[in-house]
């Protein structure tokens, strides 16, 4: 097995080949003076099992172009067995056209990769309107999830913990993770205009009044959902307000934003690197990797 990484997940998936006694060899890739994508595989990969690693995050379209080419080169060069570790899967909230002519990005970038992948494992993946990843994927696709992870970090760092959930969505985080730490939770209703502009409301009122509240969203992105909760929240009185991501896009200044709704920590998965980061999910992909060395 050779583990490689086309730029965005180096670090992960270093850690990875390192616990999987996996040979890790980074993909080269530049561009040509006029801007063509130059890449190249530093190892051989005749009759190997070749794993990608590779978040869609930072600039998910150059992440994909960048699969789409390793992938086929590696596939050109006698590999036999591709498989993309995806932990941030991007165009997953593309699910339908909101508005007409527009493109369904997830359904595009889902057959993009059903030609040049035989597997893909992500993390967490926005499942809306798709209920499975194999609505969408024609390729075996894994999903894992952090939740027993974050459920863990709570029950370390925080004390008396209420789990909110921003949107309706988010209670396949909030709620499994509330249930699991054995704490109260609610979903909130949110409303959303556009990509910046939400609107929040408490529905299920529970006392939230000097407790800790964690909102847990799968992404947090440029900060609107959980910026909108969190006043919500900071109006009823909280004590602290922690907001944890799966995925911590975090564009657009948001985490100044967060901070100036309330809130008071925001901590991520390593799923994309960033300074939040403080829940490992290393060994999730390490089990689930573990099955395609046997
Ligand atoms: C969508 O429903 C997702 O679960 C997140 O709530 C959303 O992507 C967060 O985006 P933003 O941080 O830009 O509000």
Redesign the pocket.
């Known amino acids: 097995m050779i583990i490689s990484s086309c730029g965005n997940s180096q670090d992960l998936a270093q850690s990875l080949a390192r616990k999987l006694r996996a040979k890790y060899s980074p993909l080269t890739i530049g561009s040509f003076p006029d801007g063509e994508i130059y890449l190249k595989f530093k190892t051989s990969l005749k009759l190997k099992k070749v794993v990608l690693v590779q978040s869609f995050q930072p600039r998910p379209d150059m992440s994909l172009f960048d699969i789409i080419f390793a992938a086929e080169t590696a596939r050109d060069l006698g590999a036999k067995k591709i498989i993309l570790v995806a932990p941030y899967l991007a165009y997953m909230?593309q699910d339908k056209r909101f508005n007409s002519g527009e493109a369904i990005t997830s359904k595009i970038m889902a057959k993009l990769l059903n030609n040049s992948i035989d597997k893909i494992i992500t993390i967490d993946p926005?499942l809306h309107r798709y209920k499975r990843l194999d609505n969408l994927f024609k390729i075996p696709a894994v999903k894992l999830t952090a939740n027993n992870l974050i459920a863990d970090y709570i029950k370390k760092k925080i004390k008396n913990p209420v789990i909110v959930g921003?949107?309706w969505?988010?209670y396949q985080w909030a709620e499994v993770i509330a249930r699991d730490i054995g704490a109260e939770a609610t979903i909130l209703s949110k409303t959303r205009f556009s990509?910046r502009k939400?609107k929040v409301k408490i529905v299920n009122s529970i006392p939230l009044k000097n407790r800790n509240v964690v909102i847990v969203?799968?992404?947090?992105?440029?900060?609107?959902?959980?910026a909108e909760a969190a006043k919500k929240i900071k109006l009823r009185r909280a004590n602290s307000i922690t907001a944890i991501g799966v995925h911590g896009l975090l564009v657009e200044e948001?985490v100044t934003k967060l901070k100036l709704a309330g809130v008071d920590k925001i901590v991520t998965t390593n799923c994309i690197k960033h300074n939040t980061n403080e829940i490992d999910v290393n060994n999730l992909l390490v089990e689930e990797l573990r099955k395609e060395k046997k």
Do not use: F
């Open positions: 909230r926005h921003p949107d969505e988010s990509s939400v969203d799968d992404i947090i992105s440029t900060g609107h959902t959980i948001a």
